[in-house]
Nanobody
Framework: QVQLVESGGGLVQAGGSLRLSCAASGTFFSINTMGWYRQAPGKQRELVATITRGSATHYADSVKGRFTISRDSAKTTVYLQMNSLKPEDTAVYYC?????????WGQGTQVTVSS
């Protein structure tokens, strides 16, 4: 089992920055990939970024150059540094960990970018 707890969302003006955190806990061994997804009202959940245990990263085209995903040295906490935020980044952001054949999700954290 993997439990994910997110923090760091909020309201910010366009052009501003936010940093999201997601801490994993539970009875697991050696998580490989951790990632962030987001879901805007009326839209499907979409991938934002992922990072492997070896620190290989992948980003959605819409956030490349603005967002940075990283992990702590223990490899159980993942961060999403979001810079140059745009109103279209407004969404609920979810942490994701695929592990042992299951997809684990955090509770979601709201990010709202005002124009």
């Amino acid at each position: 089992q993997v439990q994910l707890v997110e923090s760091g969302g909020g309201l910010v003006q366009a052009g501003g920055s936010l940093r999201l955190s997601c801490a994993a806990s539970g009875t697991f061994f050696s998580i490989n990939t951790m990632g962030w997804y987001r879901q805007a009202p009326g839209k499907q959940r979409e991938l934002v970024a992922t990072i492997t245990r070896g620190s290989a990263t992948h980003y959605a085209d819409s956030v490349k150059g603005r967002f940075t995903i990283s992990r702590d040295s223990a490899k159980t906490t993942v961060y999403l540094q979001m810079n140059s935020l745009k109103p279209e980044d407004t969404a609920v952001y979810y942490c994701n960990v695929p592990w042992s054949g299951h997809d684990y999700w955090g509770q979601g954290t709201q990010v709202t970018v005002s124009s």
